[in-house]
């Protein structure tokens, strides 16, 4: 499993299209030829871009899912909402479908962040918010999530 490093300000064109950054592009080199899959976020109003074996891995977990169970039909189905395979052109850019792009807001400005193997892809202001958001508790979220870990690595 591949993990993504760094976060990057980019543009969006009228059409939805993202130039990706070199340093990124080098990141997903890759991963080109399988191509992307890019949905709507769980918990917030950004995109999560998954290389195809990221996702491929993701779903047969789902698939695991028993079906006649209600709650899971209704999970894979707000889960894969908006699903779409894309890739990334010979200029380095990807184009965003434009209800994904009315769903996370995505305006001229945008922030694509590494999380850990998948990207997020933010309007920046709502990026911008969102951390915001999470500074106020960190310390506090940081200690529950990762505090009770009995890894020695784990600093």
Known sequence: MQHFIGTYECKADEKGRIMLPISLKKQLSDKLKSGFVIKRAVFNSCLELYPSK???????????????NK?????????TAG??????????RILIPKDLISHANISKEIVVSSAVNILEIW?????????????????????????????ENVS
């Open 54 to 68: 990221e996702w491929d891995d993701l779903m047969l977990r789902i698939n695991k899912l028993n079906r006649f």
């Open 71 to 79: 709650k899971n039909i209704d999970f894979i189905r707000r889960f």
């Open 83 to 92: 699903v779409r395979k894309i890739e990334i052109d010979m200029s380095g």
């Open 123 to 151: 309007d920046k202001d709502s990026y911008e918010n969102a951390i915001d958001d999470a500074k106020i508790d960190f310390g506090n979220l940081a200690e529950e999530v990762m505090g009770d870990k009995k890894d």
